[in-house]
């Protein structure tokens, strides 16, 4: 029996409908999740960590007894999973009619090193995840068929705690895999489903776990079997854990086994979607099985697997972390290559940047880029930092030609929009205010996807401003609320003076303007830049007619000490007697302090080295928010900022100028010195300006400019159609050409 039915069996039948939720990811986007788990037992769902499946199971059945008592809630439930049925079963879909050749037996295989899904499933470490995530969302909205491959691991990625100095001391909780929203895959003699990839002349036998995401089933993959040997069972242990070897036998498992388990599982993509080079070796896996079935060569097997195939490279420098020196490929690869029919160099050539050259390493990114029909980076400039640092790869053609394009990332509008929003969102833009609006008649002419969704979003003018700026302030209160029970927590953990703890009933004030940064911790990222020049900071934030403060959230990798020594000097500021009350660090950023930070802040902070944010996908979430950016030209902020116009506001602002990136320390002093000015001449007199109300109708002039001007754009509904006109159709003349374009 499968674990919903074993669920069901559980409840008091008018719950039942609940394990189906429970068990299916929908539940976390749609608009009318707000209690529908939590009120059976708040706390349990909160130690829980939200985990739908683990609260039912640990709720009395007494509890569950008297919610299945009341009508109202029976009234509800009924109502969503009438919704949920209906959205499972639609079959006039956006992609059914657009890509009628993508089917669930012949879908888009997705595959990457981690999905940031919700917080209950702690697969991800941060953006690169959370744009997985997203993407299988809209996927499953779009009606696209697609199924996502990734890794389940056992202790997932690192939780943070700061000690008494400020160091970020790393720990792991494990997962409890049986009593989560997963499901192992199993047979029909009810065997869990295994394949058998080799690691280290060892075999490993793995197994697969299912979540559901909405329309689209997510397979993870875990090597933590007792038929494994003891330390291959650790190789699904941890996100980015370990060594180089351990990352190496992960993306094997990843690649090599993924591939293996939809193949055992008779799913035959249509399409090979390769996110991140982390997953490459998944192609020549598709090329193997090719070579096997077919009966073919390998350079028909690989023209074969290229046409099916796409990558999306998100790093802006030559993977460091994804290139692995011929000494290992030797000894992971020897078995395999013979397989291929290749022989050692020609296999070695794939990855190689410089071909022949015996010193380079084994690139998965050259892997993917040689061995997909498009590759595209995630905005605008990205793809041009792409192409400049790729170039080498094509000797023959000028910097411009070289055949990377560009999707630019996109954040999922109903899980990223508060509730409280997205009720006045209907309110105001109609029910389907969250949908692609695309006249699919003349798609091939729409080469702007969102012109029509545009068009909707114009009525974010007609939101009364009181009641725009009323829910904005409830969602504000209710992040200082929690960011304060977080910091006491922390404080108490770390058994500080009771003054200090004391003092978080003085830490954050409603009223004040409020920034937000929440982010990894690594150094491109210039997570201090704002303290700078202290004294300086010093002055803006505590202004006494107009004070600034400031919410932190992130970690630092592992191995990461200059990461870490960023966040151990902002936990001094923490501490500072002049900006204690206004500089709260809230520790173990996850998915649900990302939403509560997104939702509640004034001004989202963004502050990276040029040009090494790719894309960013925070700063999106939180203008769907009404949160206004605050960012320096990069990533996806160089197409999103709109400077403002006679008659419009501008929907943001951008910190600085690039003068010379390569005097690191100048360029700091440029953007820190551009980051205050603004602060103080623009964006705390704009703030603090109100009538007699104490309404700012300039600031919420900027609001509704920062939503309607970045939601349809940024959303990850409008990335996955333009990844399915551009990249997913089956034939290569209809697509929308690879879209390149150059920054100024
Ligand atoms: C969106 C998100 C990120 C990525 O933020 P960037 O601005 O792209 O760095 C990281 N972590 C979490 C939890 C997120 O939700």
């Not at 939590?38 to 683990?54: D, F, G, L, M």
């Not at 999103?640 to 910190?655: E, L, M, V, Y």
């Not at 002093?669 to 007199?685: F, G, K, N, V």
């Amino acid at each position: 029996m499968n674990p919903i039915s074993q669920l069901k069996k559980k409840l008091p039948s008018p719950l039942r409908r609940l394990a189906d939720l429970a068990y299916n990811y929908w539940w976390s986007w749609t608009p009318d999740r707000m209690s529908l788990f939590s009120i059976i037992e708040p706390t349990v769902w909160q130690n829980c960590y939200h985990n739908p499946v683990a609260l039912l199971e640990a709720v009395s059945y007494e509890r569950l007894s008297q919610v299945a008592e009341n009508p109202d809630y029976l009234k509800r439930l009924q109502v969503l999973a009438n919704h949920f049925d209906a959205y499972m079963r639609e079959r006039s879909t956006w992609g059914r009619r657009v890509a009628p050749h993508l089917t669930p037996e012949e879908p888009v295989a997705y595959f990457c090193m981690e999905y940031g899904i919700h917080e209950s499933l702690y697969t991800y470490c941060g953006g690169l995840g959370v744009l997985a995530g997203d993407y299988l969302k809209s996927a499953s909205d779009l009606g696209v068929p697609m199924v996502g491959v990734g890794l389940l691991y056992k202790q997932g990625y690192v939780c943070q705690r700061l000690n008494r100095s400020g160091w970020q001391e790393d720990f792991y909780r494990d997962n409890d895999f049986e009593h989560m929203p997963l499901e192992l895959v199993r047979d029909e003699y009810g065997q869990p489903v295994t394949v058998k990839v080799t690691v280290r002349q060892r075999t490993v036998r793995v197994q697969v776990w299912k979540a559901r995401i909405g329309r689209v089933d997510l397979y993870l993959l875990d090597a933590d079997r007792p038929d494994n040997d003891p330390i291959d069972r650790k190789l699904t242990g941890q996100l980015y854990g370990g060594n180089r070897e351990t990352r190496l036998a992960q993306q094997i498992l990843l690649g090599i086994g993924g591939v293996q388990v939809l193949h055992t599982l008779e799913i035959e993509p249509s399409v090979y979607h390769i996110n991140e080079g982390s997953s490459a070796f998944a192609l020549l896996e598709v090329v193997r099985l090719e070579m096997e079935y077919a009966g073919s060569t390998f350079d028909e097997a690989q023209r074969w697997v290229r046409d099916r195939s796409v990558f999306t490279t998100h790093t802006p420098v030559p993977d460091g972390n994804n290139a692995f020196s011929a000494d290992m490929m030797d000894s992971f690869f020897g078995h395999y290559w013979p397989q291929l029919e290749l022989e050692r160099e020609e296999f070695l050539n794939l990855g190689a940047r410089r071909i022949g050259d015996p010193w380079e390493p084994f690139s998965l990114s050259v892997l993917a880029l040689r061995m997909t029909r498009q590759a595209n980076a995630v905005s605008q400039r990205h793809g041009k930092v792409s192409r400049e640092m790729w170039q080498i790869l094509y000797p023959d053609k000028a910097e411009e030609e070289v055949p990377i394009g560009y999707v630019t990332n996109g954040a999922h509008l109903s899980s990223w929009t508060a509730p409280l929003l997205v009720d006045l969102y209907s309110q105001h833009l109609g029910k389907n205010w969250s949908q692609l609006h695309m006249n699919t008649t003349d798609i091939w002419t729409h080469v702007e996807l969102h012109l029509a969704s545009k068009e909707i979003w114009q009525n974010v003018n007609a939101i009364p401003e009181r009641e725009l700026w009323r829910r904005h302030c409830i969602l504000k209160e209710r992040l200082i609320a929690y960011a304060r029970s977080q910091v006491l927590a922390s404080r108490l953990e770390r058994k500080e003076a009771k003054d200090d703890i004391m003092a978080v009933e003085r830490l954050l004030d409603p009223n004040v303007l409020t920034l937000g940064f929440a982010r990894r911790f690594s150094p491109y990222k210039r997570g201090a830049l704002i303290f700078k020049d202290l004294q300086r900071a010093i002055r803006i934030f505590s202004n006494a007619r107009r004070p600034i403060q400031i919410i932190f959230a992130g970690k630092a990798r592992p191995g990461d000490d200059e990461g870490k020594r960023i966040i151990q000097r902002l936990m001094e500021w923490c501490r500072h007697p002049a900006l204690r009350d206004r500089v709260a660090f809230i520790e173990d950023y996850d998915l649900f302090t990302a939403k509560l930070m997104v939702h509640g802040v004034d001004v989202w902070l963004n502050t990276p080295r040029r040009p090494t944010e790719a894309c960013g996908t925070s700063g999106q979430k939180a203008a769907f928010n009404g949160v206004i950016n605050l960012s320096i030209g990069d990533g996806w902020w160089c197409e999103g900022h709109q400077p403002g116009r006679a008659g419009q506001p501008s929907n943001g602002w951008t910190i600085g100028e690039e003068v010379d990136t390569s005097d690191q320390e100048h360029q700091d002093q440029i953007d820190a010195d551009s980051l205050y000015t603004l602060l103080e001449r623009e964006i705390a007199p704009l703030f603090y300006e109100r009538d007699r109300h104490g309404i700012p109708h300039k600031w919420i002039a900027m609001m509704k400019a920062s939503i309607r001007t970045n939601a349809p754009n940024f959303n990850s509904d409008r990335m996955v159609a333009e990844y399915v006109m551009r990249a997913y159709l089956d034939d290569l003349s209809r697509p929308l050409p690879l879209k390149a374009g150059h920054v100024a």
